[in-house]
């Protein structure tokens, strides 16, 4: 027998034990999201709810792309006004086919030279018209990593390279390299997962990934695992589409020992737009979706997003390629906009400048111009006056 009193809850009600008189308060109800209402008629709903969607094709679930997919869904997100469907697929080279055939694909995430690859390879008609990008991702570095006994391209001859799932950046950038060096290799395609225990037991001689740097599933392999990256030097046969890289101990501080880099190339990346007809019902939702990402593109640069973002420049341009003409748009409405805010703050500098002795004594060297230019921040931020 219970030698003291207590309360018993079940449910939505508390009762008393062993004559403890306990008063009974209903629990709070859990609310119901705004979202889930009664939302009326269905075919009002359905109507709603695909108003202002836009789905985009991301890149394989576990890489770079698909994070950066998703984060656009939460930045854009804006109830039935603005939603973004992150969509995982077999990869950027699949993207761009996906982008032309599949439905309820408006943007995608793909390369640079995979676009050539449809152009001159599979010979897309109109491709140039019916393909346009939005912004330049910051590029994609060839990463090789190899067994010890591998100690360059050449070593690879005849040898077993695994490229990553089919479709993915490697599976077609990868190759390319390879037959531009001519180093012909038994190339090996399949999922990720365990690809890098195969390197350690013999099965694969290394495995080229095509990604932002770094990657987790390279980055978390451990010193001393007897593996290492070997590099992929920048030479004329890489000038077309790709830029001189490098990994660095930063970068990856279990491979690369500290103050040495391996040179590699990079491949740009780009979110691409299906070229909608103006005025048809997909142009009209494309459009708000970029109008959205250039007005709230300051909020994927900071935290907790991913860190390349910092790296996106608005304004970068992609060789052969034609700007979707909202993003265009947007851009020139940006810039105008800082060349308003440069003016401003200029005229305020030399307000500023005119209340210090320094400012009525002559010409003024740049060193100084500098320091002078910080005390006039600070004295904005004083002031309140901060454009």
Same mark, same amino acid.
């Given at each position: 027998?219970?030698?003291?009193?207590?309360?018993?809850?079940?449910?939505?009600?508390?009762?008393?034990?062993?004559?403890?008189?306990?008063?009974?308060?209903?629990?709070?109800?859990?609310?119901?999201? +705004?979202?889930?209402?009664?939302?009326?008629?269905?075919?009002?709903?359905?109507?709603? /709810?695909?108003?202002?969607?836009?789905?985009?094709?991301?890149?394989?679930?576990?890489?770079?792309?698909? @994070?950066?997919?998703?984060?656009?869904?939460?930045?854009?997100?804006?109830?039935?006004?603005?939603?973004?469907?992150?969509?995982?697929?077999?990869?950027?080279?699949?993207?761009?086919?996906?982008?032309?055939?599949?439905?309820?694909?408006?943007?995608?995430?793909?390369?640079?030279?995979?676009?050539?690859?449809?152009?001159?390879?599979?010979?897309?008609?109109?491709?140039?018209?019916?393909?346009?990008?939005?912004?330049?991702?910051?590029?994609?570095?060839?990463?090789?990593?190899?067994?010890?006994?591998?100690?360059?391209?050449?070593?690879?001859?005849?040898?077993?390279?695994?490229?990553?799932?089919?479709? =993915?950046?490697?599976?077609?950038?990868?190759?390319?390299?390879?037959?531009?060096?001519?180093?012909?290799?038994?190339?090996?395609?399949?999922? #990720?997962?365990?690809?890098?225990?195969?390197?350690?037991?013999?099965?694969?001689?290394? #495995?080229?990934?095509?990604?932002?740097?770094?990657? $987790?599933?390279?980055?978390?392999?451990?010193?001393?695992?007897?593996?290492?990256? #070997?590099?992929?030097?920048?030479?004329?046969?890489?000038? $077309?589409?790709?830029? *001189?890289?490098?990994?660095?101990?930063?970068?990856?501080?279990?491979?690369?020992?500290?103050?040495? /880099?391996?040179?590699?190339?990079?491949?740009?990346?780009?979110?691409?737009?299906?070229?909608?007809?103006? +005025?048809?019902?997909?142009?009209?939702?494309?459009?708000?979706?970029?109008?959205?990402?250039?007005?709230?593109?300051? +909020?994927?640069?900071?935290? *907790?997003?991913?860190?390349?973002?910092?790296?996106?420049?608005?304004?970068?341009?992609?060789?052969?390629?034609?700007?979707?003409?909202?993003?265009?748009?947007?851009?020139?409405?940006?810039?105008?906009?800082?060349?308003?805010?440069?003016?401003?703050?200029?005229?305020?500098?030399?307000?500023?400048?005119?209340?210090?002795?320094?400012? @009525? =004594?002559?010409?003024?060297?740049?060193?100084?111009?500098?320091?002078?230019?910080?005390?006039?921040?600070?004295?904005?931020?004083?002031?309140? @006056?901060?454009?």
């Amino acid at each position: 027998m219970l030698k003291s009193g207590f309360a018993l809850c079940v449910g939505l009600f508390c009762v008393s034990v062993a004559g403890v008189s306990v008063s009974t308060v209903p629990a709070a109800a859990q609310a119901i999201p +705004k979202s889930l209402e009664d939302p009326g008629p269905e075919a009002e709903l359905r109507e709603r /709810k695909n108003m202002w969607t836009v789905g985009v094709a991301g890149g394989l679930f576990e890489g770079t792309f698909m @994070r950066f997919a998703e984060e656009i869904r939460k930045v854009l997100d804006d109830g039935d006004e603005m939603r973004v469907l992150p969509i995982s697929s077999r990869g950027v080279m699949t993207n761009l086919e996906d982008l032309l055939y599949l439905r309820g694909v408006d943007v995608a995430v793909t390369q640079a030279d995979v676009f050539e690859f449809f152009r001159t390879v599979r010979r897309t008609p109109h491709l140039d018209t019916r393909i346009n990008y939005i912004l330049r991702f910051p590029v994609a570095e060839v990463q090789i990593v190899a067994r010890d006994d591998v100690r360059n391209i050449e070593d690879l001859r005849g040898r077993k390279v695994h490229f990553a799932a089919f479709g =993915s950046a490697s599976t077609i950038t990868g190759p390319i390299v390879f037959q531009r060096l001519g180093v012909e290799v038994q190339q090996v395609v399949g999922d #990720i997962p365990g690809a890098v225990e195969k390197m350690r037991t013999g099965e694969l001689s290394a #495995i080229v990934r095509v990604v932002q740097k770094p990657v $987790d599933h390279i980055a978390s392999i451990p010193a001393g695992s007897g593996l290492h990256f #070997i590099a992929v030097p920048y030479s004329r046969i890489f000038t $077309d589409y790709y830029a *001189p890289a490098e990994l660095t101990h930063a970068d990856y501080p279990n491979l690369v020992p500290d103050g040495q /880099k391996v040179e590699t190339i990079a491949v740009p990346s780009v979110l691409a737009v299906f070229n909608w007809q103006k +005025k048809s019902d997909r142009y009209r939702r494309v459009a708000r979706f970029v109008q959205l990402l250039f007005a709230k593109f300051d +909020k994927l640069q900071h935290p *907790p997003f991913h860190p390349r973002w910092r790296d996106v420049n608005l304004a970068a341009t992609v060789p052969g390629w034609t700007r979707f003409s909202v993003a265009q748009e947007e851009l020139q409405r940006l810039q105008s906009n800082a060349g308003t805010d440069q003016a401003a703050v200029a005229r305020d500098f030399q307000a500023f400048l005119a209340q210090t002795d320094r400012g @009525r =004594s002559g010409p003024i060297g740049h060193s100084e111009r500098d320091e002078l230019f910080r005390q006039f921040l600070e004295w904005q931020r004083q002031a309140g @006056r901060a454009h």
